[in-house]
Nanobody
């Protein structure tokens, strides 16, 4: 069973930065896959914000484009989300997700939570003004 665990959440002031990590285990990363970051604020739906595939191709939601960067370490077992220029609207629980088989072609599908079978428990990010 694939296991994902997020780290690095916390509280930061507006304009600040945080880097989240997602440690993945029990998955063979030489196989095709899609990994993504989602976030969910209280009372709101879970929102896809970025994804990366086996070839390193990334995509981002408009809400974070230019501020957030997704990357992986060399052995692919750790996913990162570098978040810069944070603002209070970024306050949410952040989740990583993995889907074997690769990323969907459209961003609507790629950022749909139903496209992913494996999820971490989440890490809270709070941005104060």
């Amino acid at each position: 069973q694939v296991q994902l665990m997020e780290f690095g959440g916390g509280s930061v002031q507006s304009g600040g930065s945080l880097r989240l990590s997602c440690a993945a285990s029990k998955y063979t990363f030489s196989s095709n896959y899609c990994m993504a970051w989602f976030r969910q604020a209280p009372g709101k739906e879970r929102e896809g914000i970025g994804s990366i595939d086996r070839d390193g191709s990334t995509s981002y939601a408009d809400s974070v484009k230019g501020r957030f960067t997704i990357s992986q370490d060399n052995d692919k077992t750790t996913l990162y989300l570098q978040m810069n220029s944070l603002n209070p609207e970024d306050t949410a629980m952040y989740f990583c997700a993995l889907e074997p088989g690769g990323c969907y072609i459209t961003t609507d599908d790629r950022f749909d939570p139903r496209s992913y079978n494996y999820w971490g428990q989440g890490t809270q990010v709070t941005v104060s003004s």
